[in-house]
């Protein structure tokens, strides 16, 4: 085990990933290497669907409700 090939992944430390790659692949089981029933490989989904952004606090959000608040309060002196 200790002279198996090691991973070729990066951490996010920027340091080589020190996991030994999984037979017949050049990363570990996470970051990559392993496979599935279906031939595909572990890790993060395709388009990175995990970082997908709601867009609930984004700048033109906060603008719109802003003025939602800003035209509560002249009604409220109205």
């Known amino acids: 085990m200790a002279k198996a090939p ?3 992944a990066r951490t996010r430390a920027g340091e080589p990933c020190q ?3 999984v037979n017949g692949a050049k990363r570990c089981r996470m970051h990559g290497g392993g496979r599935n029933r279906q031939g595909r490989g572990s ?3 395709a388009g990175n669907r995990n970082a997908l ?3 609930a606090r984004s700048a033109e959000t906060r603008e719109l409700m802003a003025m939602v608040r800003a035209w509560g ?3 409220d002196k109205g």
Do not use: F
């Open 6 to 8: 090691r991973c070729h």
């Open 19 to 21: 996991s030994p790659a």
């Open 43 to 45: 890790g993060a989904p």
């Open 53 to 55: 952004k709601h867009g």
């Open 73 to 75: 309060r002249l009604e």
